[in-house]
């Protein structure tokens, strides 16, 4: 079985612009999360969505957003980029609920110049 | 709110030695939790995972971690450690109902010396 895969794995954007991360799930997991890694603040839970819907949310900007397709693949979207949003970004896929164990992908590291 | 402390940021340790990596968790309400491992240039993978149960879990690659409710800990243990085991690790709880979301601690940078 695939794992999840996270594209582009690497992307350098410069402030102010945008940019899209995309994530496969695993195959029949509905749940999709994304998670920002940092050096200063960790790991910290950005968005969950399952069926194509937002079930949750961490304490992020509105510059951060995400969608799920019916395919349930997901992207998340960062809108005018700064200097604090370098980071890995994870993806992770489970099949439900919160007993069930997330599977993360190898993530993309954004740079912002 | 939920919150996650490991105790260590480094750990260094000599090959073959056993290590204990520390977890403590502060909620309101019960919790899942688990351990996650990174190593370099790659995403979290899971090593074990407590539900219910049993309060001592084994995971992967001969780990294992004992669930303590009334010191809120949940600490991974290795008996004998391997070049191999070298990463950083994490400890995370997440609540029994409702959205997936883990809340993570900090993290644990293992390092095994020969």
């Known amino acids: 079985k695939a794992g999840v895969t996270q594209t582009p794995r690497y992307l350098i954007k410069t402030r102010g612009q945008q940019v899209t991360l995309s994530c496969s799930p695993i195959?029949?997991?509905?749940?999709v999360s994304w998670y920002q890694q940092t050096p200063g603040q960790g790991l910290q839970f950005l968005f969950e969505?399952?069926?194509?819907?937002?079930?949750n949310k961490g304490n992020f900007p509105g510059r951060f957003s995400g969608r799920q397709f019916s395919n349930s693949r997901s992207e998340m979207n960062v809108s005018t980029l700064e200097l604090g949003d370098s980071a890995l970004y994870l993806c992770?896929?489970?099949?439900?609920?919160?007993?069930?164990?997330?599977?993360f992908g190898n993530g993309t590291r954004l740079t912002v110049t | 709110a939920q919150s996650v402390t490991q105790l260590d940021s480094q750990v260094p340790v000599f090959e073959e030695a056993p290590v204990e990596l520390r977890c403590n968790y502060s909620?309101?309400?019960?919790?899942?939790l688990f351990w996650y491992v990174q190593y370099p240039n790659q995403g979290l993978q899971l090593l074990l995972k407590?539900?219910?149960?049993?309060?001592l879990v084994k995971g992967i690659n001969g780990f294992e971690a004992e669930f303590n409710k009334s010191q809120t800990s949940f600490h991974l243990r290795k008996p004998s450690v391997h070049i191999s085991d070298t990463a950083e690790y994490f400890c995370?709880?997440?609540?029994?109902?409702?959205?997936?979301?883990?809340?993570f601690g900090q993290g644990t940078r293992l390092t095994i010396n020969p």
């Open positions: 992770a896929s489970s099949f439900n609920g919160a007993d069930s164990p997330l599977h």
């Open positions: 195959s029949g997991h509905r749940s």
């Open positions: 969505y399952f069926s194509e819907t937002q079930r």
């Open positions: 909620s309101s309400v019960s919790v899942y």
């Open positions: 407590y539900l219910s149960g049993s309060t």
């Open positions: 995370a709880v997440s609540l029994l109902q409702g959205a997936q979301k883990l809340v």
